[in-house]
């Protein structure tokens, strides 16, 4: 009968013992953060309900509310979690410059599924070897090349506009789906080596990576979808799942090939084949996967197939998706800011003249102020607004110190939009990037790339795309945006993104 009692109570004991742990653990950590200040919230369930409740653009008026009451440091309970926001540039630069606190936040679980133990999502030795072995793809002498690419899809998107405009003459038009499309294309090309119009799967893999994207921001907001056992039996994550192993599939069929195609050329030096879509040799171009394919073979400790395919699959997500959104919100700047806007074409004039062909690298490295009306925008709009660590040791930061393990948020839009850091934030002014503007400036008050020894690897790629782009566009229109700063829907989720349509009346230059 004892036996059975205590085989009966087990279960409880257990559950009792969890449910002590955690309020244990919760009251210890209030104890360690009391000198910090704190985001009014219940006790145990901190702030989740109010944010549960609220739309993604409800959320990013009450994050940029911190700005007005914390001076870029405060805690926020969600559940029995604290969530450290910080957004101040010494905090920053304290955070940002550690080889040691280099490990993202639980919230990058997310994204495990898809991208597994990829340069996004690992830590330690791991990461360090990935990095170092990956940077040599990201030479300037190789983004020159990746820009023919940018270039000859920058021609497709206009002419793709003059179709749209031509069926709906005098309407505005919702740019994001055009300026996605083209970053995609670019990004698979770069990145795989594939044509997103050569084939059927192509176009699948296109779909199923939007698809993707938006699963896991739907997924970001939604705590009870952090349970995998959970998440995977509803029908988002049915779909997230079908989704990956299509996305996978892709991938690893593109890098079979690739080894297959380098083996099969090692052995014959004039092997062709003419009927093989995934021939590099077809155009002449290395792609991302080629670049890596070729420091894999000189390094001592290889990427497995499997690794492989994590690092492409980050790249394509991190690649098109927050490029696309910077772009758009450029345009729609613009469009709101004529007199800026004329200062572009001004430029345009002086470096192309009545030329029509096709921009060079030597003249994109020439349009300064096109770069500094990109890089305003950035501040204003930085596609990722958030970027989270999870502490490995303790870190000071001014007279607080945030114990080991705590999740940090580090806030890149409220530090980029703070009007002790910039006068007038929402003033749109691309002349804050002036060398006599900037060189006061704590460096760690603009990184729309992050910074430190986890920085975007792709950022130089991103800016030259970015320039290609809105150079092929302004060449031919001047642009005027339907909505104003104002008035225009955005939310604050993985990216800053708009949450309307973003519409443009594009007017032709000649």
Not at 121 to 128: A, L
Not at 310 to 321: I, L, P
């Amino acid at each position: 009968m004892s036996f059975i009692l205590l085989i009966l109570w087990t279960p409880c004991i257990l559950v009792i013992f969890v449910i002590l742990s955690i309020v244990y653990n919760y009251f210890v950590l209030r104890q360690k953060l009391k000198n910090i200040p704190q985001i009014s919230g219940y006790l145990f369930i901190g702030s989740m309900l109010q944010i549960l409740r609220m739309s993604i653009e409800e959320r990013l008026r009450l994050h940029l509310r911190l700005l007005k009451q914390f001076n870029g440091l405060c805690v926020q309970w969600v559940g029995t979690l604290p969530l450290v926001h910080v957004f101040k540039p010494e905090y920053f630069e304290v955070i940002f410059s550690s080889t040691v606190n280099i490990t993202k936040g639980d919230s990058y679980n997310l994204v495990r599924p898809w991208l597994g133990n990829g340069l996004l999502t690992s830590t330690g030795k791991k990461w360090f070897h990935d990095r170092k072995l990956i940077t040599p793809a990201f030479h300037f002498s190789i983004l020159n090349k990746f820009a023919v690419i940018q270039s000859e899809q920058a021609e497709i998107l206009t002419k793709n506009l003059e179709k749209e405009l031509a069926k709906n003459i005098g309407k505005p038009v919702d740019t994001l789906p055009f300026i996605t499309n083209t970053t995609l294309a670019i990004i698979c090309e770069t990145a795989m080596g594939v044509n997103i119009h050569a084939q059927d799967s192509v176009m699948q893999y296109s779909e199923k990576l939007n698809e993707t994207s938006h699963l896991v921001l739907k997924r970001f907001y939604k705590p009870w979808y952090t349970y995998d056992w959970l998440y995977y039996l509803l029908p988002e994550g049915k779909k997230f799942k079908s989704a990956v192993e299509t996305l996978h599939a892709f991938t690893q069929k593109v890098i079979r090939k690739k080894k297959a195609e380098r083996h099969l050329q090692r052995d014959h030096a004039q092997f062709e084949n003419e009927d093989n879509d995934f021939s590099p040799d077809k155009p002449k171009r290395k792609a991302f996967l080629d670049l890596l394919l070729d420091q894999n073979m000189k390094d001592d400790t290889p990427l497995t197939d499997e690794e492989l395919r994590a690092q492409v699959d980050t790249v394509m997500f991190a690649g098109h998706d927050t490029t696309s959104i910077g772009i758009t919100w450029t345009l729609f700047l613009l469009g709101n800011n004529p007199e800026y806007q004329e200062k572009v074409h001004e430029e345009l004039k002086e470096v192309f003249g009545d030329s029509e062909s096709p921009a060079s690298i030597k003249e994109i490295s020439e349009l300064k102020y096109l770069e500094r009306v990109f890089k305003e925008t950035l501040r204003m709009f930085p596609s990722v607004p958030i970027v989270s660590r999870k502490l490995s040791e303790d870190v000071k930061l001014g007279n607080c110190i945030i114990p080991k393990d705590t999740a940090i948020l580090c806030s890149i839009l409220l530090m980029q939009r703070n009007p002790k850091i910039w006068p007038d934030p929402m003033k749109f002014d691309p002349d804050r990037f002036l060398p006599e503007n900037s060189k006061l400036r704590n460096p760690y008050a603009y990184i729309p790339f992050s910074a430190g020894p986890r920085n975007c690897i792709g950022q130089k790629f991103a800016i030259l795309e970015a320039k290609i782009i809105l150079c092929a566009i302004l060449r031919k229109w001047r642009v005027k945006s339907v909505k104003t700063l104002d008035t225009i829907k955005y939310g604050c989720s993985i990216i800053l993104r708009p949450t309307e349509k973003v519409l443009i009346h594009f007017t032709p230059k000649k």
